[in-house]
């Protein structure tokens, strides 16, 4: 049996439909029908600027929802014919979302609850795996994990960069973990959506005194934050607002500034972590994760972005990444359903 997927035949090659071979499911996967997959500012570097892959053809997209199709023989979890989503990789191509079907370990999916659409649905795992890395792992800000309930060790979280979808979902996961005061960077514009999804203080991005205003409010207290943009002005930005008296910690998501020269000196002690937010890579975390997050969306503790849909399918992803790439997406993800043409 063969399937259409988009297939990037070389480094920063065009991208064209073509076929693949469907896989079948190892005993601990899921063969899932991709209904809905988003697309990711990854996807675009990959396009058009290479790294990250190391062989030839592949297929990107790694924000899938979809239907299970087939399970493997030691699979109890899921059904043929379940709702689910989960975080794909870009290192095996039969595991990636542009295409019409792909497999899954099973611990690593999660169930769409009812009041959820596929499309909805595939706008949350990657920037929300980040988030959970970045906050609830060691090799980011190190809070416990908040599945049984509020877990935060201070009142205050900073997190830069609040309309990305890691900043919309790290806001989220904040508010989950208890933080009583969520600090976040914008242009005004988002203020509405940052203060439904639970940031506190929200500050002008543009503003040319931005630094003296959210110091005004953190004082010498902050100890976490998390920056969703990571420039090298987001990063510095953050490293200097945190504490002068006690250790504090940033989470980044983009290589560190290489220029560090006007950053101030920091108690010892104090870190400043470059996060990958991989599901395969963190298992120990990732699994309880996929176990919880469905709850979290039912409840509406999580919530999807807004879904603009490429209506051309696959044939439209090329377009998309080109939008990503060109920076013109703004607090939205683009979707594309496999199976539409
Ligand atoms: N390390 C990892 O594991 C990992 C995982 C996933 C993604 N990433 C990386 O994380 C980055 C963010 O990904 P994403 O999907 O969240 O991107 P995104 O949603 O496409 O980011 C665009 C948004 O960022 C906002 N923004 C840009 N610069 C800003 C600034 N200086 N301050 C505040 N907001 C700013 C923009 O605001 P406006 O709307 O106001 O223009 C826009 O809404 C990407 O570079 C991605 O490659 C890393």
Not at 55 to 60: D, E, H, I, M, S
Request: charged share 20%.
């Amino acid at each position: 049996m063969s399937h259409v997927a988009c297939i990037l035949p070389y480094e920063k090659a065009p991208l064209y439909i073509g076929l693949r071979k469907t896989p079948a499911p190892a005993s601990n996967q899921l063969l899932i029908k991709v209904t809905s997959a988003a697309l990711n500012p990854i996807d675009a570097e990959i396009r058009f600027k290479g790294g990250w892959v190391d062989r030839y053809p592949t297929v990107l997209g790694t924000d899938i929802a979809g239907i299970v199709e087939q399970i493997g023989s030691s699979v109890t979890r899921f059904r043929v014919g379940d709702r689910v989503f989960f975080q794909g990789t870009l290192h095996d191509p039969n595991c990636a979302g542009f295409q019409e079907y792909c497999l899954i370990p099973a611990e690593f999916a999660a169930w769409i609850p009812t009041s959820v659409s596929e499309d909805e649905a595939c706008t949350i795992p990657v920037a929300i795996m980040a988030g959970v890395i970045g906050l609830f792992h060691h090799s980011g800000l190190g809070i416990p994990p908040p599945f049984h309930g509020p877990t935060a060790p201070a009142e205050m979280i900073l997190i830069m960069g609040g309309p990305s979808q890691l900043g919309q979902r790290a806001i989220q996961l904040a508010r989950i973990a208890g933080f009583r005061y969520i600090l976040t960077t914008s242009s005004l514009r988002h203020v509405p959506l940052l203060k439904r999804l639970g940031a506190t203080h929200i500050f002008d991005r543009s503003a040319s005194d931005l630094e003296a205003q959210i110091r005004a409010v953190v004082r010498d207290d902050l100890i976490y934050a998390y920056d969703a943009v990571s420039a090298p002005d987001t990063q510095i930005l953050a490293y200097s607002l945190l504490s002068d008296s006690r250790p504090g910690r940033l989470a980044v998501v983009l290589d560190l500034p290489k220029d560090k020269s006007s950053v101030p000196v920091k108690p010892v002690g104090t870190k400043w972590n470059l996060i990958y937010g991989s599901t395969n890579r963190w298992s120990e975390l990732s699994v309880p994760f996929w176990g919880k997050v469905s709850e979290w969306l039912e409840t509406g503790a999580i919530t999807p972005a807004r879904v603009t849909l490429l209506e051309g399918g696959l044939n439209d992803v090329s377009q998309g990444l080109k939008l990503l790439w060109a920076g013109q997406v703004s607090a939205e993800k683009l979707v594309v359903r496999p199976w539409d043409d």
